[in-house]
């Protein structure tokens, strides 16, 4: 059987750069685009070559917004990877969309080439907080697009919402989710905002960042106890509808839970295309180089016939300079890994997996922290799995650091 393989392609472009984005993304003309995509084919094209023993069982086109490029460009990178890739029959293909980006031609497209989930960046109903995030559109537009898509045939829909907003209450996050519940989506991400140097929104709400920091109570800044409220909340409206929590901030009716993300958590091999695209390879993970002109020159420097490509794989890699960073992800790295990425899910971990990877019972490494956290209720033991409570769950990152090994 060949060996499971997730593909991610990261497109760098969006309509115009939002507030708070510290993403690789920017605006790009056409002439821009039309060299990218050119490159991204020819990447994609090289590493078919040198994954033809892997199987694809997940491809994410993610950005930027990759709905913003005409249809057209989607097409020929899905596709390029059909043809250069050994592409499960049920492999979920996702796109991320903006609202206000889409068509009925765009979605015709995506649904035409095997696309068979889209990921809208909503971020919130209120057209106050768009505007304050600078994004592009408005909840209607956002309505409309969701409609279209429904009619175009889409029956995997997931929405992202953005909590932890400047000025936002429980009532007003509760009021977006409330909406996007209505539409019936099958996924939904809840993310908390975080306010990143380097972004227009740092550069206005720092100081509200900092006093929020040190515990003090801030004029525009939701405070740790309003954002905790907002998600007790949102949990319990969302299980009341049928969404199950399956993650730290995402969750989906039955059988609707992201492969690929879920592939991630657990450590599957993935393959990162584009631009500062990330990869893990067999332990190894690197990412490509963030520079739009270095990417493109060095993908021309793939020749146009596998034949003439000599030695090893790995020698192969090398004739391309497109990685910024390669590491080999030592063992306790792989470890410390597996639990940290893991636990993250609500089913946990199993030990059945954890022994068939490390070749050791858990409590082995992780024995004196499982008992500690057994014992003030942050995480289950049961003969199989190890995961974290609800109560784990909402303090995960305070538990999950107490994996890392010294
Ligand atoms: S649409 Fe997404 S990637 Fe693009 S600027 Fe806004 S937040 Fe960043």
Known sequence: MK?????????????????????????????????????????????????????????YIGGGTPSWLQAVYIELIIKQLRVSFAIRKDAEISIECNPGTLTKEKLVTYLGCGVNRLSIGLQSALNEELKLLGRVHTYEQFVRNYELAREVGFRNISVDLMSALPYQTPQKFLNSLRQVIALRPEHISVYSL?????????????????????????ESLPSEDVEYEIFQRSKELLKSNGYRRYEVSNFAKPSYESRHNIGYWKRSDYLGLGIGAASLIDNVRYSNTKSLDIYIEETKRIRRDPAEWEGTDNGRIGRINLHEE??????????????????????????????????????AIYGDVLARFAGEGLIERKEGFVRLTEQGMDVSNYVLAHFLMD
Do not use: W
């Open 3 to 59: 060996k499971e393989l997730e593909i991610y392609v990261h497109i760098p472009f969006c309509m115009r750069k939002c507030s708070y984005c510290d993403f690789l993304s920017a605006p790009a003309d056409e002439t821009t685009q039309n060299h990218y995509v050119a490159a991204l084919l020819r990447e994609i094209r090289y590493y078919g070559e040198l994954c033809r023993d892997r199987e694809v069982s997940t491809i």
């Open 326 to 363: 390669a590491d080999l992800i030592e063992r306790n790295g792989q470890i410390e890994e597996f639990m940290f990425l893991g636990l993250r899910m609500t089913d946990g971990i199993t030990r059945k997996d954890f022994e068939e990877n490390f070749h050791m019972p858990i409590e």
């Open 194 to 218: 975080i306010i990143e140097k380097g972004t227009p929104f740092y550069d206005k709400y720092k100081f509200d960042v900092v006093k929020k920091e040190a515990g003090m109570a801030t």
